[in-house]
């Protein structure tokens, strides 16, 4: 996400991390042996396709952890929290939070007091902290510096940094040449400066927005050059996390407003583009890194107001399916985009309370850690399951039809008699509804527009 903003002054650099940039860059620019990806989801494991006109749930087919990473959201400087809306943030159920989000990180330089604010914040949230440095009108020193300080002696641990913002906007930014080559090259500067600080961090790029699941719609340079491809040739050995950002609508500033029917049938593209993303990683890199999307809403825009605008009640119910398809397809890091700001409709926590959005997570905050095996022949029904920590089994089933659903459900091995029912539409913002009959002649009956999450003890 891209913004204009302030100055703030630069961080001053040690000799320490001087000479150590220096010595990195007298060896060249030949690849450094990289910092070990730390352990992340394993590509999706291969399931039976979907059965027609049926919703099935096989238990025993363990698809591994989830990870605890995907509900997450970005804040900044710029975008604090209401004051009278703080435990709404605090009791928001997000897990990692991306600092300082958008544009604004590659226009100013963080200060200390800026990132001991922050990290209180996360510890208020119970969130797990990421940073991007600046890097679009900043130095690998700096940046290094960043970590030092950081790291080394405010000893916070952050252990994922991003580098970058979305640079295929740079040449515009900047008002001169700036393609993936020169973008590559200051990665690489940046990764080897701060990795020289503290070798244990890991690093996240390219930070590309406008990805999708073909290459010939995917950014180019002004050469024509792929920015994705370009980066992971040039710098697949050294990046940790390969990220994309993800804004589907509108598709020009001239686009129509979206609507409902827009929102629900986009959803099946996350599935595509990031398999093709896993694909692309593999046979250029070699390597099965993990993916993370560190931006994303369904409007890059600042509407709101309406019917499938990021403050709709609808967005929610376009979240929740997207979410549970990067759970499915195994992404390590999800950060929407954003938990407060003051203008358009993105926030999750706004001036008025709690956005319909919000409440996905406090509906997810209830699923599983190990994902297993389910899916849908259902038009318009989606459904995700997992295992708990208690053994309980737990589906989130979405309804993103306008009509009441009442389709069959096989869960392999049985079915209990009741469930505990959480449910989020549009009376009911992820309320505890209790324990209910399950099944009625083996059918699950699905409000209109409805996210429910089922607990199966």
Same mark, same amino acid.
């Given at each position: 996400?891209?913004?204009?903003t ?5 961080f ?5 991390v ?7 860059l ?5 690849p ?7 352990p ?7 399931v039976?396709?979907?059965?027609p006109d ?9 698809l591994g952890p989830?990870s605890?990473l995907?509900y997450g959201?970005?804040?900044?400087p710029?975008?604090a ?5 703080l435990?709404?943030?605090?009791n928001s159920?997000l ?6 989000g ?9 200060q ?8 209180d914040?996360?510890?208020r949230?119970g969130?797990t ?5 600046r890097t679009?009108?900043g ?9 030092r300080?950081v ?6 641990g952050?252990r994922?940094?991003?580098i970058?913002?979305?640079p ?6 900047l ?9 590559n090259?200051e990665f690489?500067a ?13 690093i996240?790029?390219?930070e590309?927005?406008n990805?999708?699941?073909n290459?010939a719609?995917?950014p180019k ?9 370009e ?6 050995? #050294?990046?940790?996390? $390969?990220s ?6 509108p598709?020009s !500033? *001239?686009?129509?407003?979206?609507t =409902?029917?827009d929102l ?18 593999h046979a250029?890199t070699?390597?099965?890194l993990?993916?993370a999307?560190?931006?994303t809403?369904s409007?890059?825009?600042k509407?709101n ?7 709709s009640y609808?967005?929610?119910v376009w979240?929740a ?5 990067m #759970?499915?397809?195994r $992404?390590?890091l999800?950060?929407y985009?954003?938990i407060?700001? !003051? *203008?358009g409709g993105?926030?999750l =926590?706004t ?6 959005t ?9 699923f599983?850690?190990k994902?297993v095996?389910?899916?849908s ?9 997992a295992?708990?920590?208690?053994g309980a ?6 309804n ?13 091995g049985?079915?209990p008699?009741?469930a505990?029912?959480?449910r989020l539409?549009?009376e009911?913002?992820?309320v ?6 399950f ?7 699905l409000?209109?527009?409805?996210v429910?999450?089922?607990i199966?003890?």
């Open positions: 996400m891209r913004y204009v302030v100055y703030i002054k630069e001053s650099v040690s000799n320490l001087r000479f150590l940039l220096l010595l990195a007298l060896t060249g620019c030949a450094a042996t990289p910092t070990p990806a730390p992340a989801p394993s590509a999706p494991t291969a039976p396709t979907a059965r049926i919703l099935y749930v096989d238990p025993g087919l363990d989830i605890p995907v959201s970005n804040y900044g710029w975008a929290v209401p004051a009278t809306r435990e709404d943030a605090y159920a897990n990692v939070i991306r600092f300082p958008g544009e604004w990180g590659d226009r100013n330089t963080l200390p007091y800026q990132v001991d604010q922050f990290m914040f996360c510890q949230v969130a902290a990421t940073i991007n440095v679009m009108t130095t690998p020193e700096e940046a290094a510096e960043l970590v300080y790291n080394i002696e405010k000893k916070y952050i994922y940094w991003a970058g913002n979305e295929q906007f740079y040449e515009a930014a008002g001169e040449t700036y393609g993936v080559e020169r973008f090259r690489r940046f990764a080897l400066a701060m990795k020289a600080v503290d070798p244990t961090i890991q996240i790029g390219p590309l927005t990805f999708g699941p290459l719609s995917n340079d002004s050469e024509g050059k792929d920015w994705m491809v980066f992971l040739r040039a710098n697949g050995d #050294i990046v940790d996390v $390969v994309i950002h993800r804004y589907p609508f598709a !500033s *001239m686009a129509p407003a979206r =409902v029917e629900r049938r986009d959803t099946p593209n996350w599935t595509a583009t990031l398999r093709y993303l896993r694909d692309l990683v250029e070699g390597r099965d993990p993916i999307v560190t931006e809403n409007d890059w825009s509407a107001g309406g019917e499938a605008t990021p403050d609808y967005n929610a979240w399916d997207s979410l549970g398809r #759970i499915r397809e $992404v390590l999800v950060n985009w954003i407060s700001y !003051s *203008m993105w926030s =926590v001036r008025d309370g709690p956005s319909p919000y409440y996905v997570y406090q509906v997810y905050k209830h599983g850690e994902l095996y389910s899916d022949g259902v038009a318009d029904v989606s459904i995700y399951a295992r708990r920590e208690d089994l737990t589906l989130v089933v979405i993103l039809a306008d009509d009441e659903k009442r389709v069959p459900l096989e869960i392999a049985g079915a008699a009741t505990s029912l959480i539409d549009p009911h913002n992820a505890d509804l209790g324990v209910q009959p099944l009625s002649d083996g059918l699950l009956s409000p209109p527009q409805s429910t999450l089922y199966l003890d």
